[in-house]
């Protein structure tokens, strides 16, 4: 069985976890079918639990290590994974019957394609995402956390017209990359990839941040609506799997 270890938040599956690394993970288990069970962690209690488990830090704090979820203990094989590249590149060598998401030769490409989504096709959005959280669905202890961790840049305080800015930004950038991908339904063509999922993780964390009231979730409907429907088609196909957890 595998274990994926999580973040918890207040909010109901199966949207609870905000964070876009776990979703990456979900959506390439419920891709391959495998059924896995989830462990819910809070922020302080990441570094104990890997440790205990094995699982290494994923970068380096200037003060020592950064350990983070997403990390997978797989009782099957007793392996401990963590960094959720390293996870889905695991998947794929364990299970070669599911279908990879990581083919050979594109390990390069797909890695910074994830790391882009924010990056570039996302940045603008950040600033306006990042002062609505943490939100009610946030827990007390990882609340705490995060606003030591990403404390608000006083001089990035926002009008209205700065806020409208960057949506329009957003939304061209995802225009263009829309453009880019072109009218298949994947970013690999017709082949479903660990970049598909990646992107399906982001949106999931601006899903998180909008669905708290009506204003947000009439945002959340319009970017399903942008560039032809091409992003809730991409959601759907996700959502339409079988879900696999325990
Ligand atoms: N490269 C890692 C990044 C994971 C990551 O940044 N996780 C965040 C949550 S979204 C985390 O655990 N942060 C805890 C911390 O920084 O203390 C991956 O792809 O799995």
């Given amino acids: 069985?595998?274990?994926?270890?999580?973040?918890?938040?207040?909010?109901?599956?199966?949207?609870?976890?905000?964070?876009?690394?776990?979703?990456?993970?979900?959506?390439?288990?419920?891709?391959?079918?495998?059924?896995?069970?989830?462990?819910?962690?809070?922020?302080?209690?990441?570094?104990?639990?890997?440790?205990?488990?094995?699982?290494?830090?994923?970068?380096?704090?200037?003060?020592?290590?950064?350990?983070t979820i997403p990390f997978i203990h797989d009782s099957t094989t007793n392996k401990v994974i963590s960094d959720s590249l390293l996870i889905v590149e695991y998947l794929d060598n364990a299970y070669p019957d599911t279908i990879t998401l990581i083919t050979p030769g594109t390990e390069a490409l797909q890695s910074v394609f994830?790391?882009?989504?924010?990056t570039v096709y996302m940045k603008d959005i950040d600033p306006v995402i990042g002062r609505t959280l943490p939100n009610k669905f946030f827990t007390e202890a990882n609340a705490e956390y995060y606003r030591k961790w990403a404390p608000k840049d006083p001089n990035e305080e926002m009008t209205e017209e700065s806020i409208k800015d960057s949506w329009k930004r957003f939304e061209?950038?995802?225009?263009?990359?829309?453009?880019?991908?072109?009218?298949?339904?994947?970013v690999m063509g017709n082949q479903v990839?660990?970049?598909?999922?990646?992107?399906?993780?982001?949106?999931?964390?601006?899903?998180?941040?909008?669905?708290?009231?009506?204003?947000?979730?009439?945002?959340?409907?319009?970017?399903?609506?942008?560039?032809?429907?091409?992003?809730?088609?991409?959601?759907?196909?996700?959502?339409?799997?079988?879900?696999?957890?325990?």
């Fill in 114 to 118: 994830a790391d882009a989504i924010w």
């Fill in 172 to 186: 061209s950038r995802f225009g263009e990359l829309a453009e880019t991908i072109g009218d298949e339904p994947f």
């Fill in 1 to 67: 069985m595998i274990t994926l270890y999580d973040l918890n938040t207040l909010r109901p599956d199966p949207y609870r976890t905000y964070s876009p690394h776990a979703w990456k993970v979900h959506c390439v288990l419920r891709f391959k079918s495998l059924p896995y069970q989830t462990f819910w962690l809070e922020y302080p209690s990441i570094e104990s639990k890997a440790k205990e488990l094995g699982a290494p830090p994923t970068s380096t704090w200037s003060d020592g290590s950064r350990y």
């Fill in 193 to 246: 990839s660990f970049s598909d999922c990646a992107l399906i993780g982001w949106l999931m964390l601006l899903r998180f941040a909008l669905w708290d009231d009506d204003k947000g979730k009439q945002r959340w409907n319009e970017i399903m609506e942008w560039h032809g429907g091409r992003w809730k088609r991409l959601i759907d196909t996700y959502e339409e799997l079988r879900d696999t957890r325990i």
